[in-house]
């Protein structure tokens, strides 16, 4: 008898090491998505899900006579940046279109969260060669902590134009648009028609009028989401999605003549290059690793510059381009800030790379030795159990997730009490006392993953420490594909 109970006892034990360990990736997938209704703008459709939000910004563009309401606030402010909006939605559409049959009931929420974009994209990019690609005074904005739903700080459109281009910017929202297009082509074509239309000639401005929007709009997006690293992957990058998006061989041609004007992957990072980097500013690594998979690992630079990078992120290569924590550990290129975003991304490219790896039978010859593909899954792995818990400081990193999870997240509309709380306007700075107040946040962002730890792996839950303590829509948008295949592919 008492053998019998102890072998129980024992087997429950481990079951529940094993459980804890494994993680539900099908709750963690569900929540990611539900996070994007948290930072809706715009008119609020009547099936949103996360109630405490309300609608807002419902004049943007008016005072211009143009409509730009609706796409997605960047963070935990009430800004609508569509560098950053761009990348976020491309990386949802890449998700759909790699892993949306791994996605069961969420498929549609997803799809929900790259038409919120697209939609409003489609009416920033409507004129020809004027393109909005911002809207809100991020000064006006930064100034007060105020719920979206009150806000009344200047909502100032800012556009790029022939005169004054943002090819970055640009760039990326024609690379939005094609990824989109092939998210919506098997279930609603006209709308997949459109957006690719809308993509041509979006690139074709970007293409012909070369510049970066950094020069065209100054102290209004620098240092916000200041274009660092140069406007050609932007560019590279949209014509790969509009290769992928038309199978035209102007668009793959472009990809071939121009990838060398991206700073050399195989030469070291300056100023936030892109190496062992792939985020809203950088996209080389993103361009070699579809393109490798469009090609069947065959062509070069792209199929050697895929293995180098990904050679290059596991902890295992004695010459890393990212830092590992002690661990269980996170990686991270050196540079600080955010740190989340990095290990979402670069999980999501291994993860490509690795399934398309495994297609062609292929294996990567790294300097310090083989790498099978699976390795790369299991580092990817390691990365999304990072963030949900399996971590020295054993919380997750995603709100709402787990049981013990950042509670006062730097982000206006979640620590403010909600409007049917308190259906009173709270002022531009009447919402100091919240900001300050030892209370976690009333209104919980469901699926909001935070700038992170450090690369010591400490957590500061605190909503003075943004770098820390904010969401980001960029943090979630590929960890929604990576938490799809692993809802599939665990175990
Ligand atoms: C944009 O501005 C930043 C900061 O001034 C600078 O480092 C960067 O090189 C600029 N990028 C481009 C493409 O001009
Ligand atoms: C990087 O630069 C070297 C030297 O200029 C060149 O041989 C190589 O082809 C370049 N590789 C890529 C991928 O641009
Ligand atoms: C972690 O790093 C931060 C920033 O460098 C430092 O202030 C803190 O003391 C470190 N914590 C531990 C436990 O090492």
Not at 106 to 131: G, M, S, V
Not at 358 to 376: A, E, H, N, V, W
Request: charged share 20%.
């Amino acid at each position: 008898m008492l053998r019998f109970s102890l072998l129980g006892a024992f087997a429950l034990a481990m079951m529940m090491v094993f459980v804890d360990s494994q993680h539900d990736y099908a709750d963690a997938l569900t929540k990611s998505i539900l996070f994007f209704e948290g930072q809706r703008s715009g008119k609020l459709p009547p099936t949103q899900r996360m109630t405490w939000r309300k609608d807002s910004a419902l004049e943007d563009g008016f005072y211009l006579h143009t409509n730009l309401v609706g796409g997605y606030y960047d963070a935990g402010d009430n800004v609508k940046f569509n560098f950053p909006m761009a990348f976020t939605t491309t990386m949802l559409a890449w998700s759909v279109i790699e892993f949306g049959n791994d996605m069961g009931s969420d498929y549609q929420h997803a799809l929900e969260a790259i038409r919120w974009a697209t939609d409003y994209f489609l009416k920033c990019t409507r004129i020809p060669n004027i393109l909005f690609v911002q809207v809100g005074d991020p000064y006006g904005d930064h100034d007060c902590w105020e719920r979206p739903e009150d806000m009344d700080t200047p909502r100032t459109a800012y556009a790029v134009s022939a005169k004054h281009p943002g090819s970055e910017v640009s760039g990326e929202i024609a690379a939005a648009l094609a990824a989109s297009s092939l998210a919506f082509k098997s279930v609603d074509a006209p709308y997949s028609k459109a957006l690719l239309d809308r993509a041509v000639m979006v690139f074709k401005f970007a293409d012909t009028y070369r510049g970066s929007y950094n020069d065209s709009l100054g102290k209004w997006v620098c240092p916000f989401y200041c274009d660092f690293n140069g406007y050609e992957d932007e560019l590279v990058w949209a014509a790969t999605w509009l290769y992928k998006a038309t199978n035209a061989a102007e668009y793959i041609k472009y990809v071939r003549d121009n990838i060398y004007s991206i700073s050399n992957i195989s030469t070291s990072s300056t100023n936030g290059g892109s190496i062992g980097e792939f985020g809203w500013d950088a996209k080389h690594a993103g361009i070699n690793v579809l393109v490798s998979e469009m090609t069947g690992n065959k062509e070069e630079p792209f199929s050697s510059n895929a293995g180098r990078l990904v050679c290059a992120l596991l902890p295992e290569s004695p010459t890393k381009w990212v830092e590992y924590s002690p661990g269980p550990s996170f990686l991270n290129p050196l540079s600080g800030g955010c740190n989340m975003q990095h290990p979402t991304a670069l999980s999501f490219l291994l993860l490509v790379h690795g399934r398309s790896l495994d297609s062609t039978k292929s294996t990567i010859s790294c300097d310090f030795g083989t790498t099978t593909p699976s390795r790369l899954i299991q580092v990817a792995k390691s990365q999304v159990d990072y963030i949900l818990g399996t971590n020295p400081a054993g919380m997750s990193y995603m709100v709402g997730y787990g049981n013990k999870f950042p509670e006062f997240i730097h982000h206006r509309g979640s620590s403010l009490p909600s409007i049917d709380q308190h259906p009173e306007r709270i002022g531009c700075r009447d919402g100091d006392p919240y900001f300050a107040s030892k209370s976690p946040n009333p209104n919980v962002l469901t699926g909001a993953v935070v700038g992170g730890p450090l690369i010591n792996d400490t957590y500061s839950d605190s909503r003075v420490d943004s770098v820390q303590s904010e969401p980001a829509t960029y943090i979630n948008a590929p960890l929604v594909g990576v938490l799809a295949y692993f809802k599939s592919n665990s175990r």
